[in-house]
């Protein structure tokens, strides 16, 4: 039925922190459904591979509480990112998801994945497609595409404008 919960299938290779935790959380609070309501829970299980493949940026700081005293610990996700690679998009869909209602059951269907290898293939109904904005590095683009890109003026390098022609007072 509509109500029905679906396992979805995500690749984060090449997408960045913050967009692919917003769609992320999107799946997981059910918003993409016709039927959503705020009151009940009907998001799809997420499973989302290749997150050591992402992108972070560099100044992101990521922070967590572990509730005893002086448990606050700040780290750069970059950092955080190259030993643990799922932890990084965990905390970041925890951070974004509503904290009053249903929290540990929405990260309870989140399943997070380094590399392709995950066993829930069988589950899997849907696969979604990546961001349109995929970053890509120079070395992605062919020297055809890199010679037909095209250039802004660079704003710089004009040339000021006199205010007066000084030939022109004799």
């Known amino acids: 039925g509509i109500n029905?919960?679906?396992?979805v299938l995500l690749d984060a290779t090449g997408q960045e922190l913050?967009?692919?935790?917003?769609?992320?959380?999107?799946?997981?609070e059910g918003r993409h459904k016709p039927v959503y309501s705020q009151i009940m829970d009907?998001?799809?299980h997420v499973v989302v591979t290749n997150t050591r493949n992402m992108i972070?940026?560099?100044?992101?700081v990521l922070w967590w509480y572990s509730g005893y005293a002086q448990g606050h610990r700040h780290v750069y996700a970059k950092d955080f990112h190259t030993f643990?690679?799922?932890?990084?998009?965990?905390?970041?869909?925890?951070?974004?998801l509503p904290q009053k209602y249903a929290l540990k059951e929405r990260l309870a269907r989140l399943h997070?994945?380094?590399?392709?290898?995950h066993p829930y293939a069988a589950n899997v109904s849907k696969v979604m497609e990546g961001q349109d904005n995929v970053y890509k590095s120079?070395?992605?683009?062919t020297s055809e595409e890199r010679d037909n890109?095209?250039?802004?003026?660079?704003?710089?390098?004009r040339k000021p404008t006199p205010l007066y022609d000084w030939n022109d007072l004799d």
């Not at 972070?56 to 992101?60: E, T």
């Not at 997070?112 to 290898?117: A, I, K, Q, R, Y």
């Open 4 to 7: 029905a919960e679906y396992g």
């Open 56 to 60: 972070i940026p560099d100044k992101k």
């Open 112 to 117: 997070l994945f380094p590399s392709e290898n």
């Open 149 to 157: 890109f095209v250039t802004a003026p660079d704003c710089r390098i």
């Open 138 to 141: 120079l070395e992605d683009y």
């Open 42 to 44: 009907m998001g799809d």
């Open 84 to 96: 643990r690679p799922t932890e990084c998009l965990r905390l970041q869909v925890e951070f974004k």
């Open 18 to 28: 913050d967009k692919l935790a917003q769609s992320v959380c999107r799946l997981l």
